[in-house]
Each structure stands twice: as structure tokens, then as C-alpha cells.
């Protein structure tokens, strides 16, 4: 027995699935800080562009938005390093140290009539730290859940740690929901109240490095310590390069797609379908609410039947199925039918959504596990996800939004190919090997 299935077995069920449930806090604050920039950014964007009309000011925080993905990469590079050298432990305490800051930085920004250009400065540096954060935290948490999860329910943790994911943009449109309906005016909410998410953000950030600090070390990680070889280096990632270009494939289709559903969802409901703040913000979390109930269903699912299965069945839905189901979406102006088009929108992303994590871990050795995910996926991200909303509303600015369904989809075909060509990663796995 290998001294990785040793300190597995030690591990109580109930510690494991609180390793998992602390290890992937802060994937929910993660995506909390992501969802609620791109939730508020309706109320805050007149703050920072006081000079463009709505749209403008849309595309100009969606601009602002993808710098922290541009960000990403090099905090995959960078902390998913660290992550291989010294644990994934330490690598995900300072990752949400990072997010707290982050946080904090866009909650005390002054408005562009106080500081003039500094304002949209300062809200671009906390949006490149936290883009650092995240991309550190993506490799580095998945990497952790994969190692410390039973080797035959890797799949189902794969799906509630995306939960997680999903569950942070919940918790963020549920604070604007609370807000809107009982707190604060629109007028309220643009004046000073879009600060409250990022100081719940911040706090919530401190809870989970309290929490994080009792976390245990992967079997894994120490069974590869004992060898120079299982200490990652970035000539090892070189080696690793097929499967390096794997992700990327992987990634492309889904990451644009569950981008599409989550934060660019929120300004199409409102610039494009027309419903009313209440409405959207309504239809957003019901339709979010949905998607967390598949993401374990879905997990499981690929244990018994295999990963490839899943992505096909993403690829060959997301193809035929993304242009009719926005273009139907944009039409409708029942928020009833709207949350129909999106529940189905994400019976399709989820068989992407549910497994993305343990897939990408399963491709790689132990050595370097947490670069080999993390950073093709920040790159990925970056190019293809974060973009998302600039692309969108600059094909909506130029008269041309359906061209953005052809985007989508060609991007969902680009992965397509990919998984027709690999193998099931749940029966070719390569989680037991150190280096």
C-alpha cells in the first residue's frame, strides 16, 4: 500500500468531508467576490464612469472585470509553485488571505468624483489581486479535494465542490436580493450601498483562514515529498505538456459557457431581455439554485458511468442547443419562461460544470498536480471566461448580439473535439502517480 493510500485511509469520513467542505470555502468566496462585482457592478459602474451613458459604463467595469482575469495565470503560476513545493495547505491559506484583501481594497475605493481617475485605477488593482487570488485558489483547492477524497467518490466531490462555487454567487445575489427588497433604494444602492458585499466578502474571507488553519496535509503531497522527484519544478510541468494543452481544450467550450450562465446572465436578463431589477436578481438566483442541485447529481453520476460520457453529452447539447436557447431567451419577457430557458441552459453546462475539477486533477502527477491545473486553466479562464461580458456587450454595443451566440458555440465545439479524443479520465487516472 503506498504511504498516499495510508494517510487516506487515516483519515476519518467525517475529517475528510470537513477537509473538503473548509478546503472549498474559499472556492465560494472565490466566486462570492467574482458574482458580486459582476451583480453590483449595475449599481456601482456610475460611481467610477461618471461620463458614459449605461452601456458604456456596463462595458467599461466589464473591461475592468476581466483585468482580474487577466491576472489569473500568474497566480497559478505563482501559487500553484508554491502549492507543489510546500502544500496545498499553505498555499490556500495565503490565497484567501489575498481575497480578503482584494475585497477590501474595492470596498473603500473613493468614487471618481472624490479621487477622479484613481477611482477606476484603484478598483482595477483590487480586481488584478484578487484575479492573482483566484488563480492560485483554483489549483491549489482542487487539487486538495481531489487528493483527499475516496478514490471512488472522487466524482461526487467534484460535484459539491463546485456547489460551492455556484453556492458563492448564490450568496451574492441573495445579499443584493436582501438589499434591494428590504434595506436600501436604487438610488441607495448606487450612492454607497454596493460597498456592503465586499466587506461581507472580506469577513467572510477571515472566517475561512481561521477555519483553514486545522486543515490536514494530502497523503499524496507527503508521499511525493519523500522523493526530489515529487518536488514539483516548472521543467517537470514542461514535460507535461500534451496534458497541459488537454486543459486548455477542456476548459475552453465549458468556461465560457458557465460564464455566459452566471455573470453575464445578469446584464442580458436586464439590457436585453428587459425584466425588472427585482425580476432579474429573482430569475438569477432561481435559476443559480437549480444548478447547485445538479452539480452532485451529476458527480455521481460520472463515478458509475465514467467522465467522458458527461462531456460529450455537454459538447453535443452546448453545440446544437446555445444559439436556439439565447436567441429564445432574448425574445421572451415572462421571467417565468426565462428561468425555464436558463434551468435547461444548465442541464446542459453542469455535465462540464460538475466534473471539470476532478477531470483536470486526474490528468496529472502528484509533483505537479496544483501548476498542471491551475495554470492552464487561469490562461484559459483569462482568454475565454473572463471575457465573457466585454465580448458580449461589445458585439451588443455594435448592433450584432446574436454574433455572440456563434461565439459561444464555436468555443463549445473546440472543446467538443477534445472530448471525443480522451480517454475517461476516471478509469486513466493519473492521482496515484507522484512524479
Not at 484613481?118 to 492560485?136: M, N
Request: charged residues 15%; glycine residues 10%; contains cysteine.
Amino acid at each position: 500500500m503506498s504511504a498516499a493510500t495510508i494517510a487516506l485511509v487515516q483519515v476519518s469520513p467525517l475529517a475528510r468531508v470537513r477537509a473538503i467542505l473548509i478546503g472549498s470555502m474559499g472556492n465560494l468566496i472565490e466566486w462570492y467576490d467574482v458574482y458580486a462585482y459582476s451583480a453590483f457592478a449595475l449599481y456601482f459602474s456610475g460611481s467610477f464612469f461618471t461620463d458614459a451613458n449605461l452601456d458604456k459604463q456596463q462595458l467599461y467595469a466589464a473591461l475592468i472585470f476581466a483585468s482580474g482575469f487577466v491576472a489569473r495565470p500568474f497566480g497559478g503560476l505563482a501559487i500553484g509553485y508554491f502549492a507543489d513545493r510546500f502544500g496545498r495547505r499553505s498555499a490556500m491559506m495565503f490565497s484567501i488571505l489575498m481575497m480578503c484583501f482584494g475585497s477590501l481594497m474595492i470596498a473603500l475605493t473613493p468614487t471618481a468624483a472624490t479621487i477622479g481617475v484613481a477611482a477606476p485605477i484603484l478598483l482595477t488593482l483590487a480586481r488584478i489581486v484578487q484575479g492573482v487570488s483566484q488563480g492560485g485558489e483554483y489549483g491549489a483547492s482542487v487539487t486538495y479535494l481531489a487528493e483527499i477524497s475516496e478514490p471512488r467518490h472522487r466524482g461526487l466531490y467534484s460535484g459539491v465542490w463546485y456547489t460551492t462555487l455556484i453556492g458563492g454567487q448564490l450568496c451574492a445575489i441573495l445579499v443584493l436580493l436582501i438589499l434591494q427588497k428590504i434595506f436600501l433604494t436604487s438610488e441607495q444602492l448606487k450612492d454607497w450601498g454596493w460597498r456592503i458585499p465586499f466587506f461581507i466578502g472580506a469577513l467572510l474571507a477571515l472566517a475561512t483562514l481561521y477555519l483553514r488553519k486545522d486543515m490536514v496535509e494530502t497523503g499524496h503531497f507527503k508521499s511525493a515529498q519523500k522523493s526530489a522527484l515529487g518536488k514539483g519544478t516548472l521543467v517537470q510541468l514542461a514535460a507535461q505538456w500534451k496534458m497541459l494543452l488537454v486543459v486548455i481544450g477542456v476548459t475552453v467550450g465549458g468556461t465560457s459557457a458557465f460564464y455566459t450562465y452566471t455573470t453575464y446572465m445578469q446584464k442580458f436578463l436586464k439590457l436585453s431581455v428587459k425584466l425588472t431589477d427585482i425580476e432579474t436578481t429573482l430569475v438569477t438566483a432561481g435559476s443559480l439554485l437549480f444548478a447547485i442541485c445538479l452539480q452532485p447529481i451529476y458527480g455521481a453520476l460520472s463515478d458509475r458511468i465514467g467522465r467522458k460520457p458527461l462531456l460529450l453529452g455537454f459538447g453535443i447539447m452546448g453545440v446544437i442547443g446555445t444559439y436556439p436557447l439565447l436567441s429564445t431567451l432574448k425574445e421572451t419577457r415572462d421571467p417565468w419562461i426565462a428561468l425555464l430557458i436558463i434551468c435547461c441552459a444548465w442541464a446542459i453546462v453542469s455535465g462540464y460544470t460538475s466534473i471539470t475539477a476532478i477531470v483536470k486533477a486526474e490528468l496529472f502527477p502528484t509533483s505537479v498536480r496544483a501548476l498542471g491545473v491551475g495554470l492552464p486553466y487561469a490562461l484559459t479562464a483569462a482568454i475565454f471566461g473572463g471575457t465573457v461580458d466585454s465580448v458580449a456587450l461589445a458585439f451588443k454595443n455594435s448592433g450584432h448580439e446574436e454574433w455572440f451566440y456563434l461565439y459561444a458555440t464555436g468555443l463549445i465545439l473546440i472543446s467538443l473535439i477534445v472530448y471525443l479524443l480522451l480517454p475517461d479520465t476516471r478509469d486513466n487516472s493519473r492521482m496515484e502517480r507522484s512524479y
